[in-house]
């Protein structure tokens, strides 16, 4: 497995709304995706509002063709595009999906949302006919992992949402009152 991404570290707001997908995109353009590679390849696509990452269930032979494809998506070069990325191989895949599904590479630590979106995306690949038995491993684990590390820590806990949290930092402090006290006549 092969997650290629961007997210809210590696690439600023207007790059990454250039690669966001609504769900209802996602199956066509994972149709579209896959024709670009090997026969047979497996691929999924966890797109939020801070990150989209594809995920390869085929060979290294992929990369390549997957940053094209990616970068004509975006309008972008491909060296570009290239600035903002990463690519994980053999554990530091699995470990950046346990991540991504626990809350641990959000914006807000412990973002509840994303596991939802990681399993939309498992239900559009599902679909579409891309998910073939690696990833569907893979995520299966994921999901699982995130379902421990929410239960043995107080990760996500008192997690909201980049909307909630949005609205918070955005609403005026409370004024502090000060009371005086008369004194006695």
């Known amino acids: 497995v ?11 707001i207007d790059v990454r709304g250039r690669f966001a997908f609504s769900p209802e995109q996602l199956a066509p353009t994972l149709l579209e995706f896959r ?3 090997t026969r047979g390849s497996e691929v999924a696509i966890v797109s939020t509002c ?30 570009s595009l290239s600035d903002h990325t990463y ?8 470990r950046h999906a346990f991540r991504v599904a626990s809350g641990l590479d959000s914006m807000v630590l412990g973002e509840p949302q994303i596991l939802g979106q ?26 699982a ?29 409370p004024k502090k009152t000060t009371v005086t006290r008369s004194s006695p006549r």
């Open 2 to 12: 092969i997650p290629l991404g961007l997210n809210h570290a590696t690439a600023p």
């Open 118 to 143: 990681m399993k939309q995306a498992v239900r559009e690949a599902e679909t579409a006919g891309t998910l073939g038995r690696t990833l569907h491993q893979m995520f299966q684990r994921s999901f």
């Open 87 to 94: 690519l994980h191989e053999g554990g530091a895949a699995a």
């Open 145 to 173: 992992v995130a379902k421990e590390v929410r239960t043995s820590t107080d990760v996500g806990a008192h997690s909201i949402s980049m909307a909630a949290a949005a609205v918070r930092l955005a609403a005026p402090s």
């Open 35 to 37: 024709e670009r590679l």
């Open 50 to 79: 801070n990150r989209t990452d594809l995920y390869l269930g085929s060979e290294r032979s992929a990369v390549e063709p997957a940053f094209e494809w990616l970068a004509g998506i975006g309008g972008m070069s491909r060296q």
